[in-house]
């Protein structure tokens, strides 16, 4: 059904039409030339108009229409073969997303488990017992709240998300400063995490959400502390549940320039909640504790569900989605782990699979990832990308049917290419690659690549192999640092959950 067989019909029974100037071939799935029919005996000196049925939408009829009715029936296609997707994935490959743990391999986590339980294993029992420090800290803090800030967003509610562009300053020359003037390199007071002004805004508060709550939920995994869960639950039930107190679910302050774009929070925001990819987990394992009931996970759930509408379909969301460095690849793996969480398959499917095509515009063929070079913190850029692509690839792995870090370019385009993520870890980790160096490294936090590291090894194991940069030994994965700076994209205690080979 389209415009296509029409033509070709016409073509073949020689009807005279404008369709004769219209070119015979429009790609390779078409035959270089179509030839007259042979059924046909007499000539068709013209054809009538036949009445079509309603298309169902009165949005799809009427003039201007006939591109909506083909958009329309595109999307109709698309939704046919991602409902089929998901049968597959339920039927086939028993996919539940709403009770799976993505970045904390359930199976592993239980083994690390039952080990500390026996108190066998030195270097696992060093690293939970620092975990329980965490959790005995976070006891103290809390519960967060967006209300608890100081400064109130445009929209003089404080249920609003609100965090100020970093490098937006008053105008000097305006008497009231609007709008607001650029000023590289100089931070506003209180945009930079956990800085002294930083409680006038929201990103540090939901930073320690993030991190506190993660600790407390982890440990009593571990411990059945139940003062532990109980307080991971009520942050939760407070940030998501209580009506004076939760955040409402959109960012559309994230991020804003005053007297810009009518005070409203820019695309770049967005990528400030990016941490909901491994906090979900969190939450999951919470539930299981009794702490948070069936009615705190609907009602949580449903925060999540229109979270998840405000960022498809506003455009902030949108504009992030095209955006072709880190942000789009954390964008995608943000919706990706919400999707996945308030079991929407076919949300997870489309932003997954469309995520395979960012590969290709993001990894060069030698595995350089030309965007974050461009930036000059270049190194930070390219740690953080590599993590997204990694926290990425694990949750599409989660489905038991498709692969990330199996992707490769066309044998055509480069036909002694391996997978993107395989070229990109060798290239872009020193220890995977003998003769890696960036001019940055002196300024940055290299166990950042330690994570990529372990996290390299599972996917590739043929890594083990590879000889790395000697100045970078590779230590025990349980002696490794467990906690990085909430820019770092990194989860909390990331080594746990991660790999049975240490146990």
Request: proline content about 7%; charged content about 30%; some cysteine.
């Amino acid at each position: 059904y389209g415009r296509r067989p029409k033509v070709e019909i016409l073509w073949r029974l020689e009807v005279p039409g404008p369709w004769d100037k219209w070119p015979q071939s429009v790609g390779v799935w078409d035959k270089p030339t179509w030839t007259v029919s042979t059924d046909k005996e007499d000539p068709i000196p013209g054809l009538s108009w036949v009445a079509r049925l309603f298309s169902g939408s009165s949005k799809l009829e009427g003039k201007g229409a006939l591109v909506d009715r083909g958009v329309s029936r595109s999307k109709g296609i698309e939704r046919l073969l991602i409902r089929k997707d998901e049968e597959a994935l339920r039927k086939l490959h028993n996919f539940r997303p709403k009770d799976t743990l993505f970045t904390y391999k359930e199976d592993i986590l239980a083994k690390e488990k039952k080990a500390y339980q026996e108190g066998n294993n030195e270097k696992l029992n060093a690293l939970v017992e620092k975990l329980i420090v965490c959790a005995e800290d976070s006891l103290k803090q809390g519960p967060f709240s967006v209300v608890d800030k100081s400064e109130k967003p445009p929209s003089k509610d404080k249920h609003d998300y609100y965090s100020p562009s970093p490098y937006f300053w008053p105008d000097p020359e305006m008497p009231d400063g609007l709008p607001y003037i650029r000023k590289d390199g100089e931070r506003v007071p209180g945009t930079e995490l956990f800085d002294a002004e930083s409680e006038k805004y929201d990103r540090t508060r939901l930073a320690s959400f993030y991190g506190n709550t993660t600790c407390l939920g982890l440990a009593w995994y571990f411990t059945d502390r139940e003062d532990f869960a109980e307080k991971a639950a009520l942050n939760m039930k407070t940030w998501f549940l209580d009506p004076e107190k939760k955040m409402n679910p959109n960012l559309k302050y994230a991020q804003i320039r005053w007297g810009h774009n009518d005070n409203m929070g820019v695309n770049f925001g967005i990528i400030e909640t990016k941490d909901f990819y491994f906090f979900l987990d969190i939450v999951r394992l919470v539930h299981r504790s009794g702490h948070l009931d069936n009615d705190d996970m609907t009602g949580i759930r449903k925060w999540f569900k229109e979270f998840q509408y405000n960022l498809e379909n506003s455009k902030q969301g949108e504009d992030e989605y095209y955006v072709r460095n880190n942000h789009g690849l954390y964008y995608d793996a943000q919706v990706a782990s919400i999707s996945a969480f308030v079991d929407d398959i076919p949300v997870f499917l489309n932003h997954t699979a469309r995520a395979f095509a960012r590969l290709k515009g993001h990894f060069e063929f030698d595995g350089s990832l030309p965007h974050e070079l461009a930036r000059p913190t270049q190194l930070h850029y390219l740690m953080f990308t590599m993590q997204g692509w990694y926290t990425l690839g694990r949750i599409v792995e989660e489905t038991k049917r498709y692969s990330m870090f199996q992707f490769k370019p066309a044998e055509k385009h480069c036909p002694e290419c391996s997978a993107y993520l395989k070229m990109g870890s060798i290239h872009n980790i020193p220890y995977f690659n003998q003769t890696w160096s960036n001019f940055q490294e002196d300024i940055e936090n290299m166990d950042r690549m330690l994570p990529l590291y372990f996290q390299g090894l599972q996917a590739f194991p043929e890594f083990a192999d590879l000889k790395g940069a000697e100045r970078y030994p590779k230590p025990h994965l349980y002696d490794s640092n467990p906690m990085f700076d909430p820019h770092s994209a990194i989860q909390p205690f990331w080594n746990l959950g991660l790999s049975e080979n240490y146990l």
